[in-house]
Nanobody, 127 residues
Framework: QLQLVESGGGLVQPGGSLRLSCAAS????????IGWFRQAPGKEREGVSC????????NYANSVKGRFTISRDNAKTTAYLQMNSLKPEDTAVYYC????????????????????WGQGTQVTVSS
């Protein structure tokens, strides 16, 4: 079965850190661009970060620049989102998505734009 498996979410205090993982199951990520998204209760889904298939291009939402870092390890067929200096407003369900296109870093909000979606992992930032 082809899917993305997310992990790493949880409860953390403001200023803390979490590292989210997005692992491909049944396929490799070598030719896939990756996007990270989040959705807070009562709010629309928003793009957080993206990385091209080779890792050469990355982009971040203004709200997370300087605090979050996207990366990937194609040998481990896994992408990551390192989240530092977390704030309560970062609280959301975080999703990763994969698109089989090379050289593109996209944060498209269209669900059907992406080939695969993770199941989502809850991140809660609270004191």
């Amino acid at each position: 079965q082809l899917q993305l498996v997310e992990s790493g979410g949880g409860l953390v205090q403001p200023g803390g850190s979490l590292r989210l993982s997005c692992a491909a199951s049944g396929f490799t990520l070598d030719y896939f661009g990756i996007g990270w998204f989040r959705q807070a209760p009562g709010k629309e889904r928003e793009g957080v970060s993206c990385i091209s298939s080779s890792g050469s291009t990355t982009n971040y939402a203004n709200s997370v620049k300087g605090r979050f870092t996207i990366s990937r390890d194609n040998a481990k067929t896994t992408a990551y989102l390192q989240m530092n200096s977390l704030k309560p407003e970062d609280t959301a369900v975080y999703y990763c998505a994969a698109l089989r296109v090379q050289g593109v870093c996209s944060m498209s909000l269209r669900y059907d734009f992406w080939d695969f979606w993770g199941q989502g992992t809850q991140v809660t930032v609270s004191s």
